[in-house]
């Protein structure tokens, strides 16, 4: 032990220290207490990378200090005049000051030093904190070693199992009942904390799955990988929410990765932790990869009349109240009420918007007609709402142009310089006009999950942290920010918020913290950018290739159609999806998954006479050529 020769520990008297709160009435370091109990202290100041040298540099000069303070004999006398002082100046001496987790420790306990035995409680605690920061660095034994006898004769040192035990007993008292094996900090191992298995959280816990100096943690709120880009064909009914998902734990088999189900909330870049739901979860370096969510600018009132597509809850939240409406208009007896019924609006003709147009519409002339007796699908409303002057802005003209024609060829009304400006249960305001629907859809914005706003970093407009070349947060060498909720430019352009961008983010963090560990230079992060493609409906898809090759109609579909096939994750969800493509491709909608999985009877209107004659002619023929569209040159 580092202290010196002038100091008589045994000076100290607990009951002192249990004044503070600090020890338990049994004499021993409380739990939890103010973070200020040694195991935390010591685990804390791990995390922030204080050596244990500095702390016994700290304890001789607090010792140095003390010794001429505290009598040989146990006695307890009050300090002379400025003795706190020249304690207080021989902590700033050795650095940790006002700052970090020993700066937090000496605010919190010199103003308590009153008298010899508060100081000799001060410095017992102080070497108390140093050698459990000496075990915590321990690496302790592989857990078999631990439980099987006989192991030790086999020539494992004694000594080294018994600093792993000793070690494992205090990391269990900081472990918190919500979270057990995630607070597991008993090896030395470098931490590595991921928010969110998106395409760029999982890239970058498959990269450090190889690595052998670090464990990884990946938390996400759902238990599944989503495959956004193909939301939209399960807001149609093309697609199950299973084709498109996969659990979390099958994708990550990697022996150093732990998954976990739980909502991250904020993050403490100071402590270096991520508060979830219901704990703490310490971490070495943290990768944010929590990608986008709805933004409705400044009327989250419209929120709850127009759904956003994100998730597999919002897909199948549009999935019912597509079907939903067509059932009202079914029941609906009063011509206008029906319109309505059958009219809907999708707000933003960015990719989000586009494709849902196209592909509801589409649904409206396959597949529903011959379901319905009364209402003819065919004869419903999809209006495309878009504020500037032209769809699918972020793409070439050439490109918006010719979606456009392929959308209204798919009976999609298209309306550029529409900008919306009300939107209620009973219809959708923009300029001068009113449509009146019952079911509008939000594709018109999207912002940053706002987990990112508690790193107190600067933020760009769609709340994105501007993060340096190497992906990391302004000022935060150690916490990694990816994918959609990063705003990183490459010669002066933005890297455009898609899934490869994302996914070569997390690789790219991946391999700088490895490089990291390893002690090699780092580099700098580049997007490669191969392409991006909206589709329009089936067999119709504009493109750019390579950033160069435009591509549009079919050519285009196909490259689509292949890429989305290649990055499905699994061999279950690719023959899955070709499946069912194949089916409704060939049966045009024939049987698609129409369900409503609500009980939305409340919503139906009042039933039309159930002895009325059906309004319209018998069901409509399963061909319809009139309707089908045309192919695209
Ligand atoms: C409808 C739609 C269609 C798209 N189509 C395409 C396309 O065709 N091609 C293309 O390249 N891109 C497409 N994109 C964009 C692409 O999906 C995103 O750019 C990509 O998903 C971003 O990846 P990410 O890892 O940043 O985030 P995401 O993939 O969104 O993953 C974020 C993860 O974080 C989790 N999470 C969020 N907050 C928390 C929290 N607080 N605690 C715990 N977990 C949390 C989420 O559950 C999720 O699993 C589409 C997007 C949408 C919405
Ligand atoms: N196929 C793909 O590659 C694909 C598909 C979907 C989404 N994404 C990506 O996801 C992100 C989000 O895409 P998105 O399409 O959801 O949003 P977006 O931001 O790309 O497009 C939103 C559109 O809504 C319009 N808009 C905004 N407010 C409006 C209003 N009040 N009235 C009318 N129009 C309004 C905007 O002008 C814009 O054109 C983008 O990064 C996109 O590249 C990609």
Redesign the pocket.
């Known amino acids: 032990m580092a202290s010196g020769e002038n100091v008589d520990l045994s000076a100290t008297r607990p009951a002192e220290y249990l004044r503070e709160g600090l020890l338990s009435p049994e004499g021993k370091p409380r739990e939890g207490l103010n973070g200020l109990h040694s195991l935390g202290m010591a685990h804390r100041l791990k995390l922030e990378g204080t050596k244990p040298e500095t702390v016994a540099a700290l304890l001789d000069s607090l010792v140095k200090a003390s010794g001429r303070f505290i009598p040989k004999d146990p006695r307890n006398v009050d300090l002379p005049d400025g003795a706190r002082q020249e304690v207080a100046a021989a902590w700033s001496a050795t650095g940790p000051t006002g700052t970090g987790v020993l700066g937090e420790l000496r605010a919190a306990v010199l103003p308590c030093v009153s008298d010899t035995a508060t100081l000799g409680a001060m410095l017992l605690h102080v070497e108390r904190i140093h050698r459990q920061l000496l075990l915590v660095s321990v690496t302790p034994p592989a857990a078999p070693d631990v439980r099987l006898p006989g192991r030790e004769a086999a020539g494992r040192p004694a000594a080294g199992r018994r600093a792993g035990e000793e070690h494992r007993a205090l990391a269990g008292r900081v472990m918190r009942p919500h979270l057990p094996a995630m607070e597991r900090d008993r090896d030395s191992r470098h931490h590595v904390v991921i928010v969110g298995a998106g395409f760029g959280g999982l890239q970058a816990a498959k990269t450090l799955g190889r690595a052998d100096n670090v464990r990884v943690t990946v938390v996400d709120r759902y238990n599944h990988h989503l495959f956004q880009?193909l939301l939209y064909q399960v807001a149609t009914a093309v697609l199950n929410p299973a084709d498109i998902s996969a659990p979390i734990r099958s994708v990550l088999h990697a022996r150093n990765t732990e998954v976990l189900l739980a909502e991250a909330k904020s993050v403490d870049p100071r402590r270096k932790v991520l508060i979830v739901e219901g704990g703490e979860i310490p971490y070495d370096s943290l990768v944010l990869a929590t990608g986008?969510t709805h933004s409705y600018?400044k009327h989250p009132e419209w929120a709850r009349v127009a759904p956003g597509l994100k998730t597999l809850e919002d897909a199948v939240r549009i999935r019912e109240r597509v079907l939903t409406a067509f059932e009202a208009a079914e029941r609906e007896s009063d011509p206008v009420r029906q319109r309505q019924w059958m009219t809907f609006v999708i707000?933003?003709?960015?990719?989000?918007?586009v494709?849902l147009a196209g592909a509801l519409s589409y649904m409206t002339r396959h597949g529903l007609p011959k379901d319905f007796r009364r209402i003819d699908t065919r004869e419903a409303r999809v209006v495309l709402?878009?504020?500037?002057p032209r769809v699918l802005?972020?793409y070439p003209e050439e490109l918006s142009e010719a979606a456009k024609r392929d959308l209204e060829k798919l009976h999609v009304e298209v309306r550029t310089g529409?900008?919306?400006?009300g939107i209620d249960g009973e219809g959708v305001t923009?300029g001068d006009e009113h449509i009146a629907t019952r079911t509008v859809m939000w594709?018109?914005?999207?912002a940053a999950s706002p987990l990112v706003r508690s790193l107190d970093v600067p933020l760009d407009r769609a709340g994105r942290v501007k993060v340096s070349p190497r992906l990391t947060a302004p000022g935060l060498d150690d916490v990694y920010v990816i994918g959609d909720v990063a705003a990183a430019e490459q010669n002066g352009k933005p890297v455009?918020?898609?899934a490869p961008a994302a996914m070569q983010m997390g690789r790219h963090v991946g391999k700088t913290i490895r490089d990291r560990l390893a002690g090699r230079p780092l580099k700098a992060f580049r997007y490669h950018d191969k392409g991006?493609?909206?589709?329009i409906g089936r067999g119709y898809a504009v493109g750019l290739l390579y950033d160069k090759w435009r591509m549009k109609g079919l050519p285009a579909w196909l490259v689509w159609a292949g890429v989305h096939i290649a990055y499905l994750i699994g061999f279950r969800n690719r023959a899955s999806v070709m499946l069912n493509w194949g089916y409704t491709f060939f049966t045009k909608g024939g049987r698609d998954m129409r369900l409503i999985t609500g009980n939305v009877v409340k919503r139906m209107p009042a039933l039309a006479s159930s002895t009325q004659a059906p309004a319209l002619p018998p069901p409509a023929p399963p061909e319809l050529p009139a309707s089908r569209p045309a192919p695209v040159h």
């Open positions: 880009p986008a600018f707000i933003g003709a960015g990719p989000t918007g494709e709402l878009e504020g500037l802005s972020a529409a900008l919306v400006t923009f594709g018109a914005g999207v455009p918020g898609i991006s493609f909206a589709v």
